[in-house]
C-alpha cells in the first residue's frame, strides 16, 4: 500500500468519525485535493514587512542602569556565596583540626 492509498484510507476514517460524532454527513462529493511537494517547495511565498514601534524602545540611559543593576545585584549574590563557602570551610577545617588533636596518639610517633 502506497502512502497515498494510507492517506486516503486515514481521510476516509476520519470523516467517518466525524460523521460518528456530530450526526451530520458530509457532501457525498467532497474529495480533498493535495499539492506535490515539489510545488510547495517552488512556489513564492509573500514576504510581509511589520513595522516596529519605536515606543517599545527604552532610552539608552534605562537599559544602562537596568544592566548595572543587574550587574551589581549578581555580584552581591555571588559574594554571598563566596562568604558562606568560606564560613563552611572554616568550620569544617575546625571540626577535623579538633578531631585530631583529641585523637590520642600513636605509639612509636612523635
Do not use: C
Request: proline share 6%; charged share 25%; aromatic share 6%.
Amino acid at each position: 500500500m502506497t502512502w497515498v492509498n494510507e492517506r486516503d484510507l486515514l481521510i476516509a476514517q476520519t470523516m467517518a468519525f466525524v460523521q460518528s460524532v456530530t450526526g451530520t454527513k458530509p457532501e457525498p462529493e467532497t474529495r480533498i485535493e493535495f499539492t506535490a511537494v515539489e510545488e510547495i517547495h517552488s512556489a513564492e511565498r509573500p514576504v510581509a514587512v511589520v513595522p516596529t514601534s519605536h515606543a517599545l524602545r527604552l532610552p539608552q540611559d534605562e537599559v544602562r542602569d537596568e544592566i548595572q543593576g543587574r550587574v551589581a545585584a549578581f555580584r552581591a549574590h555571588q559574594q554571598l556565596f563566596q562568604r558562606e563557602r568560606d564560613d563552611y570551610f572554616s568550620s569544617v577545617l575546625a571540626k577535623a583540626r579538633a578531631r585530631t588533636s583529641t585523637q590520642p596518639k600513636v605509639p612509636g610517633t612523635k
